[in-house]
């Protein structure tokens, strides 16, 4: 996971997908499903992030199913949240408000910093599509937290800052991924 997760820091959604992929083939093979189950959230982001939707969609579906039947609570509202943003990005609300609740369910008094991000994002998206672009950019700040999603979260900020009439929040934005990748 660790190797993964170096892909996707250092912004690599290929190199990334391939170890999760061999990470879910690897744990499939000697039958540890908690470890393939981390392995299809992981790649989900990463899918997502490289703008393959149904492909993401699809992993993340499936990990919270797994997590659900394994009690894993963390993965699956990494799960939900990915589900919730490809649901946004569809155009499918509904279905991504149910994901969003399923998410805030799941992850309990002290969410993960990146559960908490992919979940804004999802949100954003929303906000977004709906013609709220201030929401939006309220929504899209809340990912910096993670600075990760924070960065990949950083097109759809600035678009939405322009529509808000609030080009200036992109200068916190740059300060923080200029810091992130320069680490």
């Known amino acids: 996971n660790c190797l993964a997760f170096a892909f996707e820091d250092a912004h690599d959604l290929i190199g990334a997908e391939r170890v999760w992929s061999a990470e879910i083939d690897l744990f499939h093979r000697s039958a540890r499903t908690s470890d393939e189950t981390v392995a299809f959230a992981g790649r989900a982001t990463a ?64 969410p993960f910093a990146r559960v908490t991000a992919i979940a804004s994002s999802a949100s954003a998206q929303m906000a977004a599509n709906e013609g709220r672009p201030e929401e939006a950019v309220a929504h899209l700040l809340k990912t910096v937290e993670h600075p990760p999603v924070g960065i990949w979260a950083g097109g759809g ?15 916190g934005w740059l300060d923080m991924a200029t810091a992130a990748v320069a680490s």
Not at 83 to 104: D, P, V
Not at 157 to 171: F, M, Q, Y
Request: proline residues 1%; glycine residues 8%.
């Open 47 to 110: 899918r997502m992030n490289a703008n393959a939707i149904a492909a993401g969609l699809a992993d993340g579906e499936h990990a919270l199913r797994l997590s659900s039947e394994l009690g894993l609570s963390v993965v699956g509202a990494v799960s939900a949240a990915e589900i919730a943003r490809a649901r946004a990005w569809r155009g499918e609300h509904e279905l991504a408000t149910a994901a969003l609740e399923t998410c805030t369910e799941l992850s309990g008094l002290m």
């Open 157 to 171: 900020l600035a678009d939405s800052a322009v529509r808000a009439g609030r080009p200036e929040v992109v200068e």
